[in-house]
């Protein structure tokens, strides 16, 4: 029997009533560089009975716009990833725009996923920050697409014939916040080794075969982060919102505010503590369900003629 056609809009090119793909959060090609062996399979590591044969899938975008992205996947791997693993040091490989790029898509993925798939922030006031952050992040993207696959742009010009008063008034404001969502200045990318952040080999090893990917803010809410990692490295996207206001009696987080893009390494080191932090915390319930219905010694079956 052949299997049902997801159908729906891209979320990418918004196209309507189109066959969905089965779309990685995080490529296909990290992955398989992250396996241990050829027929490995993942487990989610607070949910040891939960296998991916290659990565979670998600219906999102439409076929064209899931070669786009294949393209930037195999640059990246080709030009950054392939060449850190070959001599893995705190020395990266040269970023290239390419490789930005790259790191955007991904960004963007994840936090479309975390938003719109998860739902998360529902009951945040944060919540809109992130929706405008991922708005930001999809022109960007869209704009590239639609010059590289001869589509039509977004960027609209004003169309004034015809019109009332009030309806060029309603035009100028929704291609005024069009320009503002296009604005990118407040976004950066960052690409750090564990060690480059000063954790230590042990913890290198631990986060060798992790692959993770989510969002988070700081303690100050004008940092909104997008971090994932795999092979050593962690890799983060943010969103430094500028702030009119900020109520508080603490000069720490006063001077983090004031000094935002510097602090961004300092609040890496704070997320990838807190997911050790959470690890050690499941560890004895991971353990336990890994002992539940012979779990623990049907993993050790399968990869026992590897080892």
């Known amino acids: 029997m052949s299997k049902l056609k997801n159908i729906g809009d891209c979320a990418l090119c918004k196209n309507k009533n189109v066959e969905l793909m089965q779309s990685h959060i ?27 044969q290659d990565g979670e899938k998600k219906p999102m975008l439409c076929h064209e716009c899931e070669e786009f992205f294949s393209k930037y996947e195999t640059k990246f791997s080709n030009l950054f990833l392939d060449k850190y693993l070959k001599n893995p040091s705190d020395e990266l490989p040269e970023v290239s725009d390419d490789t930005e790029f790259y790191i955007l898509t991904v960004a963007w993925r994840i936090l479309y996923d975390d938003l719109y798939i998860y739902d998360s922030f529902v009951n945040d006031i944060e919540r809109k920050n992130f929706e405008e952050f991922e708005q930001k992040l999809w022109w960007y993207i ?64 631990l986060f060798d075969s992790m692959v993770f990917g989510y969002s988070f803010y700081d303690a100050s809410h004008t940092k909104y982060y997008i971090i994932s990692g795999y092979k050593g490295l962690i890799i983060s996207t943010v969103y430094h919102k500028k702030r009119s206001l900020l109520i508080t009696d603490s000069l720490r987080l006063l001077r983090k505010v004031q000094n935002s893009k510097g602090n961004v390494k300092e609040d ?24 539940e219905n012979g779990l623990r010694d049907k993993i050790k079956k399968r990869y026992e003629d590897k080892i």
């Open 26 to 52: 995080i490529p296909k090609a990290v992955y398989r560089r992250t396996k241990a062996y050829e027929n490995s399979r993942f487990r989610e590591f607070y949910e040891p009975k939960v296998i991916y």
């Open 142 to 205: 869209f704009e590239r697409y639609a010059k590289e696959n001869g589509r039509e742009s977004l960027c609209e010009k004003l169309e004034i014939s015809g019109k009332c008063f009030g309806e060029l008034i309603a035009e100028v404001e929704e291609q005024q916040s069009k320009k503002s969502l296009k604005n990118m200045s407040q976004i950066s990318s960052y690409i750090y080794t564990l060690g480059q952040l000063g954790f230590v080999e042990d913890v290198t090893k």
């Open 268 to 291: 890496i080191i704070n997320e990838v503590n807190y997911i050790i932090k959470n690890m050690r915390q499941k560890y004895s319930e991971v353990q336990k369900k890994l002992n």
